[in-house]
């Protein structure tokens, strides 16, 4: 069975940061792109940031400067540092992984997370 986990979520002073991390296990072939969204409740799930294998990013407009997203491949982990944060940044944050199960199959299929609330207070 494939997991995806996050931790590092909490509640944080206006301007404070957090540290989230996300890890996957189960058998796969590969992660490919990894990527953090949050979902506040009443509104669409969104894009935060994303990484690709290679370690290209994209990052929601809002969040450009105040967020960084990393990986380590060799332990399946996708980290999302944050600073900055204002109170328009609470939301559950959730942690979305793109696996090829196998090598000789093209195919593609997400995985989901739980959730990590992060609370910035202000």
């Known amino acids: 069975q494939i997991q995806v986990e996050e931790s590092g979520g909490g509640l944080v002073q206006t301007g404070g940061s957090l540290r989230l991390s996300c890890v996957t296990s189960?058998?796969?072939?590969?992660?490919?792109?990894m990527a953090w969204y949050r979902q506040t409740p009443g509104k669409q799930r969104e894009l935060v940031a994303s990484?690709?294998?290679?370690?290209?990013?994209n990052y929601a407009d809002s969040m450009k400067g105040r967020v960084t997203i990393s990986r380590d491949n060799a332990k399946d982990m996708v980290n999302l540092q944050m600073n900055s944060l204002k109170p328009e940044d609470t939301a559950v944050y959730y942690c979305?992984?793109?696996?090829?199960?196998?090598?000789?199959?093209?195919?593609?299929?997400?995985?989901w997370g739980q959730g990590t609330q992060v609370t910035v207070s202000s």
């Open positions: 990484i690709t294998f290679a370690g290209s990013t």
């Open positions: 189960g058998s796969f072939f590969r992660l490919h792109s």
């Open positions: 979305n992984a793109e696996i090829q199960h196998r090598s000789w199959e093209s195919r593609r299929d997400d995985y």
